[in-house]
């Protein structure tokens, strides 16, 4: 039977669109790549002699999407009406903090808050489909791989999950849905999405996968690969000058170079050597362009790209206001994403403890972005200390967050050095070495 033209161009429009998907999907798995430092592969696609030749692997992409991601970098002070809910949370710092870096680097990811181990746990979630109904830009559900044959070394076969509003299951490559003896009619229990979506400059307006990865960062820093593999290629290549006999006379068979051979060309022979140009420094001086241009597009000092000192003066707080107020545009979108997240795990710990956690009643972010020297910073704290803005306690666990626990803890240790200071003061070596003679 002669399929019809509306059956036709369902099938072309299914294509299309399963096309689409495809390179979405690549395109995220690109960044992911270099952000992970898994380069190698894409610029072997520019040589051909990668065999001989050590391919560049420089993680620029990583270090400009955490230099660049701020909001979490200290951990947001929470107040809830019940703070021992808190005892419940496993590593929320650390997952948010990975869930803002990759949505600067991919645009668009889902936060899933999951019951595991009796705790909440916090799960990235980038490589996902979501499914609509009537509305194109909300989804109804999702689904996402939790195991596939790369990411596996045994035979473990690939799952998949899936998620709506009335609905949660495993289910295989093949669409079959897996057995689950806790829960045999695949409910959701929560009747909720237990997912929080974050997006690096807001919910698309037209389509919901209308997003990009950071591809212009990702773009320089495959310039930057090439151009330090040509260089390795140049040092490999060309280091050595090319050594050529010209003569009527001479038996190419019996030709041999080298320090220890001598050689009779003949009446007319000669031998030449072709030394080729030295390209490095055009090379090298390309990459520090490089390197200027992603520093200028993403607010970050001239020290990111050539190594110097922090810049200092109108430079410095132009960049450092730059960051500042992309920051709080940021601090905004996250600040909405955490009363969001609260709500996902107010509603699991019911569902799973039966407890009330009350309400999240503030969320304050560290709103500074300062990009300073270690003699600015010095004079900054000194000043702040002087005014009676902080105190010793606060700068030694801004020196040090992961330190102290509390307060307390950080002026106990300030303490016990300032008795050993004390100590080493009236120490008698020390009254012998600094008794005027």
């Excluded at 395109?27 to 051909?48: E, I, P, V």
């Excluded at 909001?71 to 947001?76: A, F, N, Q, S, T």
């Excluded at 870096?101 to 799960?123: A, F, P, Q, V």
């Excluded at 072709?274 to 200027?292: D, F």
Aim: glycine share 4%.
């Amino acid at each position: 039977m002669i399929p019809s033209i509306r059956e036709l161009t369902r099938q072309s429009q299914f294509e299309a669109n399963q096309n689409e998907k495809q390179a979405f999907k690549m395109k995220r798995q690109k960044a992911l790549d270099y952000y992970n430092g898994r380069t190698t592969k894409y610029t072997n696609s520019y040589f051909n002699f990668t065999h001989q030749v050590p391919i560049a692997n420089v993680n620029v992409t990583k270090r400009v999407i955490d230099r660049t991601s701020l909001v979490y970098m200290v951990e947001p002070k929470r107040d809830y009406s019940k703070p021992e809910i808190t005892d419940f949370m496993y590593y929320k710092h650390q997952k948010l903090q990975r869930a803002e870096r990759y949505t600067n680097l991919l645009d668009s990811i889902l936060l899933k808050i999951t019951w595991r181990n009796d705790r909440l746990e916090y799960d990235v979630v980038h490589d996902f489909e979501p499914m609509f109904g009537d509305d194109p830009l909300h989804p109804i559900g999702y689904s996402y791989p939790l195991s596939i044959k790369s990411e596996v070394l045994d035979d473990t076969p690939e799952m998949f999950q899936y998620w709506d509003m009335e609905n949660q299951f495993v289910f295989d490559r093949n669409g079959k849905i897996m057995p689950d003896e806790d829960n045999p009619d695949h409910v959701n229990f929560y009747g909720d999405l237990p997912f929080v979506e974050l997006f690096r400059e807001g919910r698309p307006e037209y389509a919901y996968l209308d997003t990009d990865p950071a591809t212009d960062l990702i773009d320089t820093n495959t310039l930057i690969n090439v151009a330090e593999t040509n260089k390795s290629a140049n040092i490999h290549f060309q280091s050595f000058g090319y050594a050529y006999v010209t003569g009527s006379d001479i038996d190419k068979n019996s030709l041999k170079v080298g320090q220890d051979q001598m050689m009779y060309l003949g009446q007319d022979g000669a031998m030449s050597i072709v030394a080729p140009p030295n390209s490095i420094p055009a090379l090298t001086e390309g990459i520090k362009e490089s390197y200027k241009m992603l520093a200028q597009n993403y607010h970050l000092p001239t020290s990111f790209a050539d190594g110097t000192a922090a810049e200092s003066g109108t430079a410095l707080r132009l960049r450092n206001q730059e960051l500042s107020d992309n920051k709080k545009s940021d601090i905004d979108k996250f600040k909405d994403c955490e009363y969001k997240i609260f709500e996902v795990e107010k509603l699991i710990l019911l569902h799973e403890m039966m407890i009330d956690a009350g309400e999240l009643e503030m969320v304050d972010f560290n709103e500074t972005a300062e990009v300073l020297s270690t003699q600015e910073q010095l004079d900054k704290w000194e000043w702040m200390l002087g005014k009676g803005l902080i105190d010793e306690a606060d700068i030694l666990m801004k020196m040090n967050p992961d330190g102290f626990s509390d307060r307390d803890e950080a002026f106990a240790y300030i303490e016990e050095r300032n008795k050993v200071a004390e100590q080493v003061a009236t120490s008698p070596l020390i009254e012998a070495l600094t008794k005027p003679v």
